[in-house]
């Protein structure tokens, strides 16, 4: 019997079963990881859900494992003698630590850098930090900063070669040589088989193969779905880029009276030709800043400028990012262009004919510039700012000193955002200019000389957000006297949000919680705390126009956020939910039908009210459809332009 048991574990196919079931073992096990390195996020996760999606995850892990050991596999199945070779299965061994530790590793980093996403990586990270000169510094400092994660990591790979050196390939049965051929052949078909039912998510002809999407089946919450994925799946599943589908929710005819991104402004003489400046402070959300928290009990937030600024300005409190990441930030504050399943700027569509601040201003004789203190061509910016048609980017290069410059991201923001406020006195007004700040970005790191002067906060970002705070003081302190300066809007908002402390925060509304704030030097009649109107970073391009009396026709998925009679709403997409905020609701939409509401008066978000307020309910899907229609079609049919 022994000699039996023996005989069947070093099968060949028995030992290949066994060393696939290792790495299973190491995703399950990293799946627990990726829910213990994020309980904030998901504090509301009950056991039997967790369970759930751990079931359902092994789909997906199984799909990612069957891509990631094609090779494995093979090297198991084929039906020659040499797989029992000592020195073949050495090989066979390496291959296997190679692969799996690379996909594992991918696996794992999610484990923080979700924190910063909200979303599982997908194959658009290599394009978003194509450029970035200084990737491995910034590896070496996530992985050293987040060395209880690292440590996580290393145990799992020892556990995997703890493991596969127990498992052994024995001698083959001693078939005749037809036999032999015929049986091994027969079993490798039916692994192929399997294989392609494994991949695809199901043995079913009528199965189409497994995508992201497919997690929502498993889930209470679109944020859920970053739980039952994987990161290698995730990545495997977006090799090639999204491509949008033509909705027909509505005719052409229909679709008008919903919704149009077309625009027109008609000239309003009346109106200064204003400067415009627009702050894209990294990851300022809203729950950083003290103003937008008074609620809060003793919440005095980590940006005391910005709140003695926010006395000065109009302020809007239901204000909404447009995308989840860095790289969906320019499109939709500077293009009005908002980012759904993947980011603009890196998906099918990117090279789309499109209209922004500074292409629509040239011929009101406005000069425009775009300023990031990051190394020239990181993230991709400088090739959007080009293509968006602004006429120049001033970037580290242009700088000039790497004194000033952070060792990872890029020149502190301090000296950078005096930079920015001394080269812009050089410019003729009028001008429209924008800046993306650098330094409250992971390893959240600050000036030597400010070690011990911002506070820590509850978040590691804080501290870091309270010295951009500061460089934000000292440019607007800086810029109050320049002659441009009275003569200019400035608009404050964030590329996106961060993973929360706060309660409120720690959901699908509050994950888009960004800024919006509109700063007119000297004006009163922009002076107020809007705590009704959603507004959206869309928004920003029709407002600006409209200030300074444009004139013409423009492209648009924003509205002018001061038109007391227009259509206020916000739109983002986590997961693979759309969102819609707009009244007091948020309503979530998985292009087929609704899957959730809420009365963002909630604070929580904790009651999904689906079908309880069925008119709103009808007018929000409505909306949102159109909404989807009309991007997608524009996308596709390259109509981003007035022709």
């Known amino acids: 019997m022994k000699e039996s048991i023996k005989a069947l574990r070093g099968n060949i196919f028995v030992v290949l079963l066994l060393r696939l079931l290792i790495v299973m073992l190491a995703y399950s096990v990293c799946r627990v990881g990726f829910y213990l390195f994020n309980t ?43 797989r029992y070779n000592k020195i073949y299965q050495k090989i066979v061994m390496w291959i296997f630590y190679i692969f799996n530790f690379i996909a594992l590793t991918f696996n794992m980093s999610d484990f923080i850098y979700y924190r910063f996403t909200l979303k599982r990586t997908t194959m658009t990270l290599f394009k978003e930090f194509h450029g970035n000169t200084n990737i491995l510094d910034l590896l070496w400092s996530f992985v050293w900063d987040y060395w209880y994660a690292s440590l996580f990591g290393i145990l799992v790979f020892i556990g995997i070669i703890f493991l596969y050196k127990k498992v052994k390939v024995g001698t083959p049965i001693k078939y005749n040589t037809y036999m032999y051929y015929l049986v091994n052949t027969v079993i490798m078909a039916l692994i192929v088989g399997l294989c392609i039912a494994g991949m695809r998510g199901g043995f079913r002809h009528s199965t189409r193969p497994i995508t992201l999407s497919n997690a929502a089946k498993y889930i209470e919450r679109p944020n859920e779905r970053a739980i039952v994925l994987n990161t290698p799946f995730a990545m495997i599943r977006t090799l090639n ?64 400028f910005l709140d003695s600024l926010c006395q000065h300005s109009y302020v809007f409190q239901e204000s909404y990012a447009n995308g989840g990441r860095s790289i969906n930030a320019l499109p939709s504050n500077l293009a009005s262009i908002p ?8 998906g099918n569509y990117s090279g789309n004919e499109i209209n922004s601040l500074g292409s629509l201003l040239k011929n009101d004789g406005y000069y425009s510039a775009f300023f990031h203190g990051a190394p020239n061509g990181s993230m991709g910016f400088q090739s959007f700012i080009k293509q968006a ?15 000033d410059f952070d060792g990872i991201w890029g020149i502190w923001d301090e000296p950078f955002l005096q930079y920015y406020a001394r080269t812009m006195d050089t410019f003729k007004e009028p001008f429209v200019t924008s800046i993306f700040t650098v330094s409250s970005h992971h390893p959240f790191k600050v000036p030597e ?31 109050s006297k320049m002659p441009w300066y009275k003569n200019t809007v400035f608009f404050i908002t964030a590329d996106h949000s961060v993973s929360p402390y706060l309660k409120e925060y720690n959901n699908t509304r509050g994950h888009f919680a960004v800024p919006l704030i509109v700063y007119k030097p000297g004006d009163s009649d922009f002076v107020n705390y809007d705590t009704t109107t959603i507004v959206q970073q869309t928004d920003i391009l029709p ?29 983002n997409y986590e997961g693979s939910t759309y969102q819609l905020t707009m009244g007091n609701y948020l309503l979530q939409f998985n292009g087929k039908e609704a899957t959730a509401m809420y009365d963002i008066r909630e604070r929580y978000l904790e009651t999904n009210i689906l079908g309880t307020v069925p008119d709103i309910q009808l007018k929000m899907e409505i909306k949102l459809k159109a909404f989807i229609q009309e991007y997608n079609r524009r996308m596709i049919e390259n109509d981003m332009t007035v022709k």
Do not use: C, W
């Open 40 to 82: 904030n996020i998901y504090s509301d996760v009950s056991f039997s859900g967790m369970m759930r999606m751990m079931t359902g995850g092994l789909k997906f892990d199984i799909s990612a494992i069957i891509y990631t050991n094609l090779l494995v596999i093979v090297l198991h199945i084929i039906p020659f003698k040499i």
């Open 241 to 304: 880029n999204v491509k949008l589908h033509k909705h027909k929710y509505f005719t052409d005819k229909e679709l008008a009276t919903h919704f149009s991104a077309n625009h027109t402004f008609t000239a309003d003489t009346t109106k200064k030709k204003l400067n415009i400046v627009v702050f894209v402070l990294e990851s300022f959300a809203k729950e950083h800043i003290g103003f937008y928290n008074k609620h809060i009990k003793d919440y005095k937030g980590y940006t005391p």
């Open 339 to 346: 980012s759904f399943q993947e980011p603009f700027v890196l």
């Open 389 to 403: 048609g602004f006429d120049d980017y001033f970037g580290k290069t242009e700088y000039n000193n790497d004194d």
């Open 449 to 479: 000389k400010y070690k011990n002067v911002f506070p820590e906060g509850n978040l590691p970002v804080q501290k870091a957000i309270g010295y951009t705070d500061n460089a934000l003081r000292k440019f607007f302190k800086t810029a």
């Open 543 to 571: 407002t600006a126009l409209n200030m300074i009396g444009y004139k013409g026709k423009f492209i648009s998925f924003g509205n002018d956020m001061f038109n007391k009679n227009g259509d206020h709403f916000a739109v």
